[in-house]
């Protein structure tokens, strides 16, 4: 597909890609040339915990997109479900259409999260409008997809291969911020490894876009398109040199340093329910809930708020 791709500029999607600075997450739509069809992945709701707004600026630029391109959207791809982020794809879909799908595999996902969160355990086939195998093959337009499991930052990851390019997700960053984290409940960092190399062994031409960025040292701007050659000659941790033993022992010292992200449980609660918030209780208002001290399934999760006792400080100075 991808020699196919290269061959046939009419096989290259178009790629618009949209950031948004509060969560480092790259939305990316997706278009083939030879007609209006298109896909949107990873797209963000934008959510403040502290005043429980929800707001769909980011969402927005990408349907006036859409809309001033005249595209029809045909899918709203999720490469796995997200703890930094709420996804905004029932919002969009409600806007443009578009079906919404993620891997088989999001069960497994819901199998950690479901008991801590006092979720029921709907079936994935009702939340989500497609489940992809791993290799499922699908269309957009005439552009030809494929679906590829790449577990390990979550157990039910997947890539997108789109005629030329390759929508990694998490599990690669780009190649000076290096590889996702693997210490969610479910993420395995041997797996993560494996699943990299997978996509590593693409052709080195193929086009990488990355589903963040939080602009490592040294670098002026956000970035999230690379190519697979730069992935395996500069990827600080998953280069051709680094065998999976180093990055397995990398990528634990690395997730022991890391504090859970700001949105894990409202992410969660709303990406395992498709990109739905909770419905309204007896007042009219929907709630996201917070366990209180529930059992953390990979051991006690960091929690740098925690400074010794002459740091505390009651007012601001
Ligand atoms: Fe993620």
Redesign the pocket.
């Known amino acids: 597909m991808l020699d196919a791709a290269r061959r046939d500029p009419l096989r290259r999607p178009v790629v618009t890609s949209f950031f948004d600075p509060e969560t480092g997450t790259a939305s990316h739509v997706v278009r083939d040339r030879g007609s209006r069809a298109c896909a949107i992945i990873d797209s963000v709701l934008n959510f403040d915990p502290a005043t429980g707004r929800t707001s769909t600026e980011s969402a927005k630029a990408i349907r006036d997109f859409v809309d001033d391109a005249g595209l029809e959207v045909a899918w709203q791809l999720e490469t ?1 479900v ?3 982020h709420l996804s905004a794809a029932q919002w969009l879909k409600s806007a443009l259409g578009g079906q919404i799908a993620i891997g088989d595999g999001v069960a497994r996902v819901q199998a950690h999260f479901s008991p801590m969160l006092g979720l029921e355990r709907a079936a994935a086939t009702e939340v989500f409008d497609h489940l992809f195998g791993d290799g499922e093959t699908f269309h957009i337009g005439a552009l030809r997809a494929i679906a590829l499991e790449i577990p390990g ?2 157990p039910a990851d997947l890539a997108y291969v789109i005629g030329d390019a390759v929508f990694a ?2 599990i690669l960053l780009m190649p000076d911020a290096g590889s ?1 984290r693997a210490d969610f409940p479910g993420g395995d960092a041997a797996q993560l490894y494996r699943s990299a190399r997978r996509l590593l062994g693409l052709p080195a031409e193929a086009r990488m876009f990355v ?2 960025d939080y602009r490592a040292p040294g670098r002026e701007t956000c970035a999230w398109e690379t190519t697979i050659g730069a992935q395996r000659r500069d990827n600080i941790h998953l280069r051709d040199t680094v065998d999976e033993a180093a990055f397995v022992a990398l990528r634990t010292a690395r997730d022991r340093q890391l504090r859970v992200p700001r949105l894990i449980f409202p992410a969660m609660q709303t990406n395992l329910r498709g990109g739905r918030l909770p419905p309204p209780e007896a007042n009219g208002v929907a709630y996201l809930k917070i366990p209180l001290n529930a059992p953390w399934p990979t051991g006690e999760p960091r929690t740098d708020a925690v400074l010794p006792r002459r740091q505390h400080r009651t007012a601001p100075p």
Request: aromatic share 0%; charged share 20%.
């Open positions: 796995h997200h703890a930094d930052h979550t997700g998490d996702g589903g963040h």
